[in-house]
């Protein structure tokens, strides 16, 4: 059997009331939706400079610090290392300076903890 329907339908007329609270209920879905899916940016000192990547962590003790200072040292040396050594010439004793300073940095990094937690 067909049935016979206007086209385009007829719109629903609804009561003020019902317009009313679905646009309540509009906003309510909108606020729940941003607050899940558009978290506000914390707002710190830090976050608010331009150009600034990365922070070190404010509640870090020296001691952690300075072993992540170590162990960063450690790492150029090795790579400045392994480069020096593929090098010839002036190049090389250049890549052998900076192993040098790097070295001498990781010395003193390395008695700084040592002064601050002796074993």
């Known amino acids: 059997m067909f049935k016979i329907t206007p ?3 007829e719109a629903d007329r609804s009561s003020a009331s019902t317009k ?3 646009k309540k209920q509009d906003e ?3 606020r729940a939706l941003d607050h899940y899916l558009l978290p506000k940016q914390e707002k710190s000192e830090d976050a608010s400079k331009p150009g600034q990547l990365f922070t070190v962590a404010k509640n870090a003790d020296n001691e952690c610090l300075l072993a992540n200072l170590s162990e960063n040292l450690a790492s150029a040396d ?3 290392s392994n480069l020096a050594f593929d090098l010839e010439g002036p190049r090389r004793h250049i890549a052998l300076g900076i192993q040098q300073l790097i070295e001498l940095s990781s010395m003193l990094t390395n008695q ?3 002064n601050a937690d002796p074993r």
Do not use: G, Q
């Open 28 to 30: 309510a879905e909108r």
């Open 78 to 80: 090795a790579m400045i």
């Open 20 to 22: 009313s609270k679905t």
């Open 7 to 9: 086209n385009p339908p």
């Open 112 to 114: 700084v903890l040592d």
